[in-house]
């Protein structure tokens, strides 16, 4: 009888063990570890958008501003610059990688506002529907881009406490040992400083001075 009843003993001891590690926060480390992927993928998402909506705006612009070849020029490189760092679900855990996509994403930013500054300078470019839609698909996914990166610092910063914070810090220690901190979007150093845009012609520069006549 004994025999019999030792089966059940052991599921029902079983099922009380798991109840109490899942108490005490075994399944936090690795869920809140899937959730800080998925927001990551939610900052790729944005950016491919950003980077889809590239060409179409460069072609726009350069059939009103063609000599504004050097600004189209730089948007088409660090585009190119951007999609070749390859990134995935482990490059959050890697700090050389993570500042690499998050460098080349951040000129690309600082080249795509050179190019939206120069549609002051052309009223036809200024006023063309096919322009005017582009800018706001891009305002808007660079307003989802800051939404995203915020997003995914906030469950980045809620996996890294508890990997260094009582009880799941014992977990972290234990059962997944192999577990790294995330990396975090901090702004650029551009980023802290107002850009100044001044559309004033140069000054022409001074006539060179012609000497004095000899006597």
């Known amino acids: 009888m004994s025999q019999l009843r030792s089966p059940a003993r052991l599921a029902l001891a ?10 005490c ?4 480390i690795p869920t809140q570890d899937e959730k800080t992927k998925a927001a990551w993928a939610e900052v790729q998402n944005q950016y491919q ?3 889809d909506l590239i060409p179409n705006l460069v072609a726009t612009v350069k059939g009103y501003a063609a000599q504004e070849k050097d600004v189209l020029t730089s948007v088409t490189q660090a585009r190119a610059s951007a999609t070749q760092v390859k990134v995935d679900a482990s490059t ?19 080249v795509l ?25 891009l305002e808007g996914t660079e307003n ?4 995203a990166r915020r997003d995914y610092n906030e469950t980045a910063r809620v996996y890294n406490t508890s990997l260094r914070t009582f009880p799941t810090i014992l977990w972290a220690k234990t059962f997944y040992g192999g577990q790294k901190p995330a ?11 107002a850009p100044t845009v001044s559309f004033d012609a140069p000054a022409a520069p001074a006539a060179p001075s012609q000497p004095a006549p000899a006597h």
């Open 14 to 23: 079983s099922a009380a063990l798991a109840v109490t590690l899942a108490g």
């Open 25 to 28: 926060g075994i399944n936090t």
């Open 49 to 51: 958008r950003r980077s």
């Open 92 to 110: 959050i855990t890697d700090p050389a990688a993570f500042q690499k996509y998050a460098a080349a994403q951040d000129q690309l930013t600082g």
């Open 113 to 137: 506002g050179r190019l939206m500054v120069i549609q002051e300078q052309y009223p036809d470019l200024k006023s063309n529907q096919n322009f005017l839609a582009l800018q706001s698909q």
């Open 144 to 147: 989802r881009i800051t939404i």
């Open 183 to 193: 990396q975090l979007f901090e702004a650029s150093a551009a980023a802290q400083t």
